[in-house]
């Protein structure tokens, strides 16, 4: 039996499985639910236990656990607002943001809290978390800086004893050449991933957008993009954005629907410094099938085995010599060979420590597993200047010709762009 393919629209990083409390949003159901358990747990809280009708004796220290517990995750639940990266200014030359607790036990140690950081040298670092001093600092430089002026690094601060994760709110990190310090909120938790369930996920599948940069961004080619992905069972889509730089109403007016339905979730993302002095305009902060069977199907089997972190994924370049949307549709010659320098990943984001552009850099665990997949079964499509050929790649056309144009021109004609 010949087997066929899915197919991704290219620039993207597939995440499978993003874990629950590590997601920095969570859904308004969800928040609901949180509220009504700790307004029943503070109910429960409050009774006596010899007042108990039925004569049910209740695990008071247990139920106060519980409450401690609710009232940690509404605080990690970011203001809508607030939907942003947010740089804090150590000094000219460094920025810190997104800092957050990790509980896994593997290569890179245990119970630290990590900040990522941007900086424009090497230096010492110390934090303080609960007033207390963090006992070992280490300073991780991403490998791919490529030696820009603005690198970036994950500062790691050890838990001090007798602190907990759940009692830490943000951590207090100083340099040493200024002896400057900021307070960095915490903004994400880690659990240990070896002790996660399939119900503490959020999304089975849900896709990283890089910062949005250039004018390739216009209305109709979003809307190209999200509807393709929907189509293929993505849960959610997380897409970085400048607002500085959305001149164009239209698009702004785009991202807007699909942010008010839910499909994507946009993130404020402007960096502090030049983005010429930083690799791909920041990229590396962004980032962190058969036939007859779905994507979810497909990368779970790819997913089989538990070791496996990551699937670097082949791609082929699309020529986009027909400039009318869908541009998926319309364009289907390709490069004949497979494109497996410039991959994308498809991972499972609770087992990877740093995640790179185009492969995992480094895995949590040192058994972790990041195989190359060679395009048979799932491929990422790259739609770039009429420069290619000489293949017809229609498998995207096949499967989703009718769908995709009828939701494309409802949402055309529906926002008039």
């Not at 010949?2 to 308004?28: C, D, E, G, N």
């Not at 140690?109 to 040298?121: A, C, E, M, S």
């Not at 010492?124 to 791919?144: G, H, Q």
């Not at 538990?306 to 289907?332: D, V």
């Amino acid at each position: 039996m010949v087997t066929k393919p899915i197919t991704f629209i290219s620039s993207v990083i597939l995440y499978s499985q993003m874990p629950r409390i590590t997601a920095s949003k969570i859904v308004l159901l969800s928040v609901l639910s949180l509220l009504i358990t700790v307004f029943y747990l503070n109910i429960f809280s409050s009774i006596k236990i010899e007042n108990d009708l039925d004569g049910t004796d209740y695990d008071l220290d247990y139920i106060e656990n519980d409450i401690k517990k609710a009232r940690r995750l509404l605080n990690e639940i970011p203001d809508p607002s607030q939907n942003r990266v947010q740089f804090f200014k150590l000094d000219d030359n460094g920025y810190a943001f997104s800092a957050y607790t990790d509980d896994r036990k593997g290569n890179m140690g245990h119970k630290y809290v990590r900040v990522l950081v941007f900086i424009t040298k090497f230096d010492d670092f110390s934090c303080e978390i609960n007033s207390k001093k963090s006992n070992v600092v280490t300073l991780y430089e991403l490998s791919e800086n490529h030696n820009m002026k603005w690198k970036m690094y994950i500062l790691n601060c050890l838990l001090p004893d007798g602190v907990t994760f759940n009692d830490v709110n943000s951590v207090k990190i100083s340099r040493s050449s200024s002896q400057l310090s900021v307070q960095i909120p915490i903004r994400y938790r880690i659990q240990d991933e070896k002790m996660m369930t399939p119900d503490e996920y959020d999304y089975k599948l849900s896709t990283c957008v890089p910062a949005l940069f250039g004018n390739v961004y216009y209305p109709r080619r979003i809307i190209e993009f999200v509807e393709l992905n929907s189509l293929q069972e993505i849960d959610k889509i997380y897409i970085y954005y400048n607002p500085l730089e959305m001149t164009d109403e239209a698009t702004e007016r785009t991202l807007k629907f699909y942010s008010d339905t839910q499909k994507i979730n946009l993130i404020e993302f402007i960096l502090p410094f030049s983005t010429r002095d930083v690799w791909y305009y920041g990229q590396l902060a962004t980032v962190t099938v058969l036939d007859n069977q779905t994507l979810s199907e497909t990368v779970s089997g790819l997913f089989e085995n538990r070791k496996i972190a990551s699937q670097r994924t082949a791609l082929k370049f699309i020529n986009t010599k027909i400039n009318r949307s869908p541009i998926t549709l319309n364009n289907i010659v390709s490069s004949k060979n497979f494109e497996t320098r410039f991959t994308k990943c498809v991972v499972r984001p609770e087992m990877v420590f740093e995640q790179g552009i185009h492969h995992t850099s480094r895995v949590i665990q040192d058994d972790y597993e990041t195989p190359s997949h060679d395009g048979s079964l799932l491929r990422v499509y790259h739609y770039r200047e009429p420069r290619y050929c000489c293949e017809n790649e229609n498998l995207l056309k096949q499967r989703y010709d009718k769908k995709l144009q009828e939701v494309f021109d409802a949402v055309v004609l529906m926002l008039e762009v």
